[in-house]
């Protein structure tokens, strides 16, 4: 019991830390791109499946859970919607509910997308 106290404060630092989703921007451009993102129409072939929200409170600090911005300049990411497959960095199947989204392979953009500055 003794070497579990010394995880404790850690445990309870991030369990207070503020969480966000991840903040995306639409930009109008693929040079204006942090991340080129294609939607898959099957749920099988997205590398991220991703529940939008509406709220930043309803943010829980990962990856799968977008919060469009309007402006640039809130954005963890800035994203560019890719009309084919072969031209995306990464492929999105959006879902109805958080137990839902989450990484199904492993990726280089894992836990960078809540970032600011990515």
Do not use: N
């Amino acid at each position: 019991m003794r070497g579990s106290l010394p995880a404790l404060p850690v445990i309870l630092a991030l369990a207070a830390a503020p969480l966000a989703a991840a903040q995306v921007h639409v930009v109008k451009y693929e040079s204006q791109a942090d991340l080129r993102v294609f939607v898959v129409p099957y749920e099988s072939q997205a590398d991220l499946c991703v529940r939008r929200v509406r709220y930043e409170s309803q943010a829980r600090g990962r990856d799968e859970l977008w919060r469009y911005v309007r402006y640039e300049s809130q954005a963890d990411v800035k994203v560019f919607f890719v009309p084919y497959e072969s031209q995306a960095d990464i492929k999105v199947f959006f879902v109805r509910h958080d137990s839902q989204a989450g990484w199904r392979r492993e990726h280089a953009w894992q836990g960078r997308l809540g970032e600011r500055g990515s």
